[in-house]
Structures are given as structure tokens and as C-alpha cells.
């Protein structure tokens, strides 16, 4: 028996439909600073009111469920590798890693704003944690949140601002996403729909004092807008996420919503491919406008609505004609070493050979 990458009757529709979420939230963030940084910016009329939305609902957020996606997929991972009984998952695991952080370098070096090298090396942290106990991994988690949170509130330099501000959370959500696949909570989702509806509540609560505080930051601006205190916008970003993530599964139990959102799930099955197209096509458009010329976070969210529409159209053409995207196929190759059935009309397969 022979592992191969996953094909579409092994999917999980309403995971993929999530991830492409996840990179929609992804892209508006990362395209201001495809062409020049907003660090220090200063905004102005409808651009205030853009920057308050990305505060309040996108920066620090959907990176975040992307990462809880990873550390899922990096546990469904595994485990499948062991359902198939490969001889070495840790090794296989390893070399996906591996693969990851090559795309990574080399996205580093086009743009530093990649995400794709702190993924691959905390990825190798979920290794420890595939043979322990559910109970085990949900309490380091939540210790890790609370070191987290102490660190943020208490303006401590115990830690490297870095660490706190992005390398935490991801790893946080690394662990939230492979303790849930391992109790199958989402494979189950029907099952576990009064979960769901509590998490969303309890992070939902969690979320609205930060909330309020990051309205109450702007509305007691006098003069032109910059931006929101880092740190509150970096602990709205856990809780936040969690809320989103159980309210997606929420809505996604419903047939018709699940349908109408399938296009995203295109973009997601195929999120390397997507991810890496996004900088490339955000940084030349930037270029071919002249975004430098002045600031305009208005016209960042028009940009980023037609980048994501050519996505969902090149993603619908790729997954219906070759199930994959030409990154995933190399990523592939990189794992398995070897992939025998990429081609067209290759969903048709039904089984692993």
C-alpha cells in the first residue's frame, strides 16, 4: 500500500471552505504591504473607518485560523499516515516540514511578510504532542494562553515582543487545531453542535471588552487616525478567531450556505497555491498602479476583491481539471517522493492504491 496525498472523496468540504476564508482575511491584510508598509501611517476620510474594520474584525485574526487549520491538517496528517501504516510518520512528517520551509525561503526572499518559514519550523513543536493525551494537549494550550495573555497585560520583557506578538499565537493555535482533530470534534461537527454554539458564545464574550476598547480608542481620536494599540489588537486576535471559526462550522451544517460557499472551498483545497499567487499578483498589480504614490486603504480592499476573484476562477478551473494546484503538486513530489495519479479528471479516484 502506497500513501498518497489526499484526494477529494477524502476531504473535509467545510475545512477547505474555511481556509479559503482564512486567506480572503489573509490577502486584506497583506496588501498594504506588498507595495510599501503602513507602519506609522496616518488616514484620512473613508480610510479611517477601513482601518477601524481591520482592528476590530481582520489583523490578527485570520492568520490565526489559518494556523488553527494547520495544526489540524498537520494532525489529520499524521494520523492518516498511520491509518496507512507507513513505516516512519515522524520522518514523512518531517520531510512535509521541510518542503514547507523551502517555499518559505525563497517567499521570504521575494517578500518578508511570509508566514509560510515560522509554520514549517513550529510546525516540528506538534511532533511531541501526537502520542499524548486530548486532556494533556488542551491544558498546555490554555497555560500557554494565560502566559500569553500575562505577557500582553502586563507589558513584561520576560519575552521578545516577536515572540509574544505573532510566534504565540500561532502555536497556540497550532495545538487548539490538533487537539481538535484529535477528539474529531469537526469530522463530527453534527455531533458536537452544542460545543460549537458554547464555544462561539464563551469567545464571543471574551472578545467584545477588547472590542469595545478598540472603539472607544477611536472615537477618542481628535486629530487624523493612525492606528490601535498593538497589543489589544494582538489579544482580540485569539478569541476572536476561536468565535469565527465555531460560527463558520455553524453555518456550514446548513446545505444551502455549505453550496453557496463551495467556491471558497476551491481556494482552499489549493491554499499554498493560492497563498504564494496572492503576494506575486499583489505585488505586481501595486506596481503596475503605482500604489506608492499615496496611501489608500480603500483602495487596497477594492484590490484585494478582484485579486480574490481571479483566485476563486483559477481555482474552480484547477481543482475540477487536476484536483491540485501546481505548488501543492511540487509540495507533494517533496513529501512522497513520488505521485502517480496527478492528472486530469484525476478526482475520479475512489480509494488509495
Not at 495544526?71 to 520522518?91: C, D, K, V
Not at 472590542?211 to 492606528?227: C, D, Q, R, V
Request: glycine share 6%; hydrophobic share 50%; aromatic share 16%.
Amino acid at each position: 500500500m502506497t500513501l498518497q496525498p489526499t484526494i477529494n472523496n477524502e476531504r473535509i468540504v467545510s475545512i477547505d471552505i474555511i481556509r479559503g476564508m482564512a486567506l480572503f482575511g489573509i490577502l486584506f491584510v497583506n496588501i498594504p504591504d506588498f507595495d510599501r508598509l503602513h507602519m506609522g501611517a496616518t488616514y484620512y476620510g473613508a480610510d479611517t473607518f477601513f482601518r477601524l474594520g481591520y482592528d476590530l474584525f481582520i489583523q490578527q485574526k485570520f492568520f490565526l485560523i489559518f494556523s488553527f487549520l494547520f495544526g489540524l491538517g498537520s494532525h489529520m496528517f499524521i494520523s492518516r499516515a498511520e491509518n496507512y501504516q507507513h513505516p516512519h510518520i515522524y520522518l514523512l512528517f518531517t520531510r512535509r516540514l521541510l518542503a514547507l520551509l523551502c517555499f518559505g525561503i525563497i517567499h521570504h526572499m521575494i517578500w518578508q511578510g511570509d508566514i509560510l518559514t515560522k509554520y514549517a519550523l513550529y510546525g516540528f513543536i506538534l511532533l511531541p504532542f501526537y502520542k499524548m493525551k486530548p486532556k494533556n494537549i488542551i491544558i498546555i494550550t490554555f497555560l500557554l494562553f494565560i502566559i500569553n495573555f500575562s505577557v500582553l497585560i502586563g507589558n513584561f520583557k520576560v519575552l521578545n515582543s516577536h515572540m509574544t506578538i505573532f510566534s504565540m499565537p500561532i502555536i497556540i493555535m497550532f495545538l487548539l487545531g490538533f487537539y481538535v482533530s484529535k477528539k474529531q470534534i469537526i469530522t463530527n461537527a453534527s455531533q458536537n453542535l452544542y460545543l460549537f454554539k458554547m464555544t462561539q458564545f464563551i469567545s464571543l464574550i471574551i472578545s467584545l471588552p477588547t472590542l469595545a476598547y478598540i472603539i472607544w480608542s477611536f472615537e477618542k481620536e481628535t486629530g487624523p487616525f493612525h492606528s490601535i494599540s498593538t497589543d489589544v489588537v494582538v489579544f482580540s486576535g485569539i478569541p476572536l478567531s476561536i468565535f469565527y471559526i465555531s460560527t463558520f462550522i455553524l453555518l456550514l451544517e446548513n446545505k444551502k450556505v455549505k453550496n453557496a460557499l463551495r467556491p471558497l472551498g476551491y481556494i482552499g483545497q489549493i491554499a499554498l497555491t493560492n497563498y504564494l499567487f496572492q503576494t506575486a499578483c499583489g505585488i505586481i498589480l501595486t506596481r503596475l498602479i503605482g500604489m506608492n504614490l499615496n496611501i489608500s486603504l480603500t483602495r487596497d480592499f477594492l484590490l484585494a476583491i478582484l485579486i480574490f476573484t481571479i483566485q476563486i476562477l483559477l481555482s474552480v478551473f484547477l481543482v475540477k481539471r487536476y484536483q491540485r494546484g501546481p505548488m501543492e503538486y511540487i509540495w507533494s513530489l517533496l513529501t512522497y517522493g513520488h505521485i502517480k495519479r496527478y492528472g486530469i479528471n484525476e478526482q475520479k479516484s475512489t480509494h488509495l492504491k
